[in-house]
């Protein structure tokens, strides 16, 4: 996952829920952009997804995040 989402999850979490915002676009790319080799990194940004959809108040998209990682950007 790209730096940039995990500063602003931290962010998101510690200072200001609204910058989960614009995490959550950071590891949707990043899960598209993973291979089959690279299944540990792809499962910390599907984690990371995940707390952004939560921190951002989209509870369904968290689940959707959670169970079909590829699609969330859709759910």
């Known amino acids: ?3 940039v989402g995990v500063a602003h999850t931290d962010l998101a ?4 829920p609204r910058y989960a915002g614009y995490a959550v676009a950071v590891p ?3 899960i598209d ?3 089959p080799g690279m299944a540990r990194s792809r499962a ?3 984690i990371f997804l995940a707390i952004c959809h939560l921190l ?3 509870v369904d998209a968290r689940c959707c995040s959670a169970t ?3 699609t969330s950007a859709n759910c």
């Open 1 to 3: 996952m790209r730096i």
């Open 28 to 30: 949707s790319t990043a």
């Open 13 to 16: 979490r510690t200072a200001d």
């Open 68 to 70: 079909n990682p590829s």
């Open 56 to 58: 951002d108040g989209q």
């Open 44 to 46: 910390f940004s599907v």
């Open 33 to 35: 952009d993973h291979g």
